[in-house]
């Protein structure tokens, strides 16, 4: 079945980084864009970057940009976010998730089980 | 950026209720439009795409409507396991992604 499924969060100290990791199966991974959305605790969900299925466009949310980096090993089935700087308000559980495209833009389905990336020192 | 806002925040319903959640755009986002249910300490799950379809698997008694910046989503009569938090999402532009705040539905 195509499932995604997240690692590499954990407690980090401010200014530290990591690398997270969403290996996928059960689809065509090199034929789909790929996205990373967070959720802090409690609170709403945040879109945070994209990478079209081949790795030649990129985009990030202002709120990232410069410090994280998305990229993707299709012959690994493998999306990454590189994590830099990392700040307090950077704790989150961050999800991957597969974008989906249909008539008006696109949506995401499936997502993965979400890794905890805590920030504290 | 385009900026979504949803109302309510939270909202207190019963089962049977009908329950509609709002949805409103910065600007005009024709009916790049979705919306999503989750459940605590789980992943989203998507319910509408394209402002009005209804996903595979999912219940008849959710539906949306709208197109531009007004968009709602309609749960026709609750049930227990409906009560979640929903979020809007809009995909206008190729290169960023919003979400409204988010519904929270509780029971009465």
């Known amino acids: 079945q195509v499932q995604l499924v997240e690692s590499g969060g954990g407690v980090v100290q401010p200014g530290r980084s990591l690398r997270l990791s969403c290996a996928a199966s059960g689809f065509t991974f090199s034929s789909y864009t790929m996205h990373w959305v967070r959720q802090a605790p409690g609170k709403g969900l945040e879109w945070v970057a994209l990478i079209s299925y081949d790795g030649s466009n990129k985009y990030y949310a202002d709120s990232v940009k410069g410090r994280f980096t998305i990229s993707r090993d299709n012959s690994k089935n493998t999306l990454y976010l590189q994590v830099n700087s990392l700040r307090a308000e950077d704790t989150a559980v961050y999800y991957c998730a597969r974008s989906t495209v249909t008539t008006y833009g696109n949506w995401f389905d499936p997502w993965g089980q979400g890794t905890l990336v805590t920030v504290s020192s | 950026d385009i900026q979504m806002t949803q109302s309510p925040s939270s909202l207190s319903a019963s089962v049977g209720d009908r329950v509609t959640i709002t949805c409103r755009a910065s600007?005009?986002?024709?009916?790049?439009l979705n919306w999503y249910q989750q459940k605590p300490g789980k992943a989203p799950k998507v319910l509408i795409y394209d402002a009005s379809s209804l996903q595979s698997g999912v219940p008849s008694r959710f539906s949306g409507s709208g197109s531009g910046t007004d968009f709602t989503l309609t749960i026709s009569s609750l049930q227990p396991e409906d009560f979640a938090t929903y979020y809007c999402?809009?995909?206008?532009?190729?290169?960023?992604?919003?979400f409204g705040q988010g519904t929270r539905l509780e029971i009465k």
């Open positions: 600007q005009s986002i024709s009916s790049y």
């Open positions: 999402q809009e995909s206008y532009s190729t290169s960023s992604i919003t």
